[in-house]
């Protein structure tokens, strides 16, 4: 990072920020953690030659014995989310299935649970959209979860999750099956700038961005455009413009 070229290009710098960043990640909690074993190494060492035993120190020794086990837990979490896409934040959509209000219900008490599960974990939860249901439920609701590897930790909920409970809203209190799907994209920020190649009849415009081109971005499924209508599109889903699901693009390049 000391080569004064290097920032000359500024994709190539961002580039390498990202990459010495995402090193850091990995080796800053690993050194922290190889310090703590041995430091608690050299306290059992103390605490074997003591002729007596001390209860404080042996206290001290087993909380943070306890504590290393869960960091070395969290690293090992860590280390399976390896994907392009598990660092980034994420985009839950929930639909209820066949049922009415059962399934209606059923994907409610899935936000909920997203929702809960988000914060315990300290990531930031925005509800993008949601559609209520008739009588009770919903018929369909969009979440954006905020944090560090909150696609990677999400990404496995993706599919048809089922309940099968004595329904509440049954008079004669009958078992019901309600299923929900539930998608989960990771959400990335991509600006796109095309050029034109060519010569142009007056010879104005060549290599001169076109304005009329589109990009297909999708938004809940749908085909729309970047540029002025993307971005209506964009918030009227309560999105920031710009923001794409990633996955289901690949089905429409065809």
């Known amino acids: 990072m000391a080569d004064g070229a290097l920032w000359a290009d ?8 990202a990459e010495v960043k995402s090193l850091k990640g990995w080796l800053e909690p690993y050194h922290a953690l190889r310090k703590r074993v041995d ?5 059992n060492e103390l605490l074997e030659a003591e002729s007596h035993v001390d209860l404080a120190l042996q206290r001290s020794l087993e909380t943070e014995a306890e504590q290393i086990a869960g960091r070395l837990e969290a690293l090992e979490m860590q280390n399976m989310l390896r994907g392009p896409d598990d660092a980034r934040d994420a985009l839950l959509t929930i639909h209820p299935g066949a049922g009415g209000t059962e399934s209606q219900d059923w994907a409610e008490m899935l936000v909920r649970m997203y929702t809960r599960w988000a914060e315990r974990h300290g990531f930031v939860v925005n509800v993008l959209d ?3 249901g008739e009588e009770a439920g919903i018929k369909s609701a969009e979440i954006e979860i905020r944090g560090q590897y909150a696609f990677g930790l999400l990404r496995a909920e993706k599919g048809v999750h089922r309940l ?15 299923f929900a799907s539930v998608f989960v994209y990771p959400e990335v920020d991509d600006e796109i700038e095309i050029e034109r190649s060519g010569q142009a009849e007056d010879g104005y415009r060549v290599g001169q961005p076109d304005p009329l081109l589109r990009l297909p971005t999708v938004y809940d499924g749908e085909r729309s455009s970047h540029g002025a209508e993307g971005e209506r599109r964009a918030q009227g889903h309560g999105r920031r413009p710009g923001s794409v699901h990633r996955g289901v693009p690949e089905a429409l390049r065809e």
């Open 10 to 17: 500024s994709e190539r710098a961002r580039a390498t920020v």
């Open 39 to 43: 430091e608690g190494r050299e306290l």
């Open 130 to 132: 949601i559609l209520p």
């Open 164 to 178: 099968v409970r004595i329904s509440p809203f049954d008079s004669q209190s009958r078992r019901h099956t309600s």
